[in-house]
């Protein structure tokens, strides 16, 4: 079981918003930034969303991160078919003094 | 280009140990955070241990803090995981990943190798 909770499964169709949520506790999320990684199948994580709502370069603005108290979320816009992938929260956890990740959200794009 | 190479995962035996290590490139090593991370088959990411710039911060997951240590040659851009007492439930995928920031190790982690597969198993 994991400290980030997101649900399992996620769904939309091309073209269309979607939204991942991530919900944690005041020692992690309340208290730390929040990541966000994709992981295409076969293939090794990928940072989307750094500290609560950064981009790294490259990663298109169509993904857009924010957080809320102990809450966050990662959206998805004009969704495409390569955007088909496992995606993680994570967050730091003061209270176990180490990372903490979502249990991941499968999207899928039908 | 920046590069993490992980080598020394394979099969072993319950209660035995193995080291592993990561190989980086295209950066300035020692300007950076490391951490392992691991995946086992069909799960979730689980973060294992990470080491500042210096080695003056470390820290584990507590599924196996007084098993595994990690460490770090700057001289050789090298980053190890010395992994004993093994158990069946460390099966995993492991990444070698590099911090976003330096001395923090409570920033994301913005490159990932192909990672090295651990089987602990009789």
């Known amino acids: 079981q994991s400290v980030l909770t997101q649900p399992p499964s996620a769904s939309g169709t091309p073209g269309q918003r979607v939204t991942i949520s991530c919900s944690g506790s005041?020692?992690?999320?309340?208290?730390?930034?929040v990541c966000w990684y994709q992981q295409l199948p076969g293939t090794a994580p990928k940072l989307l969303i750094y500290r609560n709502n950064q981009r790294p370069s490259g990663v298109p603005d169509r993904f857009s991160g924010s957080k809320s108290g102990t809450s966050a979320s990662l959206a998805i816009s004009g969704l495409r078919s390569e955007d088909e992938a496992d995606y993680y929260c994570a967050a730091w956890d003061d209270s176990l003094s180490g990372w903490v990740f979502g249990g991941g959200t499968k999207l899928t794009v039908v | 280009e920046v590069k993490l190479v992980e080598s020394g995962g394979g099969l072993v035996q319950p209660g035995r140990s193995l080291r592993l290590s990561c190989a980086a490139s295209g950066f300035t090593f020692d300007d950076y955070a490391m951490h392992w991370v691991r995946q086992a088959p069909g799960k979730g990411l689980e973060w294992v241990s990470g080491v500042s710039w210096n080695s003056g911060s470390i820290a584990y997951a507590d599924s196996v803090k007084g098993r595994f240590t990690i460490s770090r040659d700057n001289a050789k851009n090298s980053l190890y995981l010395q992994m004993n007492s093994l158990r069946a439930e460390d099966t995993a995928l492991y990444y070698c990943?590099?911090?976003?920031?330096?001395?923090?190790?409570?920033?994301?982690?913005?490159?990932w190798g192909q990672g090295t597969m651990v089987t602990v198993s009789s």
């Open positions: 005041s020692s992690n999320i309340g208290s730390s930034y």
């Open positions: 990943a590099k911090g976003y920031s330096s001395s923090s190790l409570d920033d994301a982690f913005d490159v």
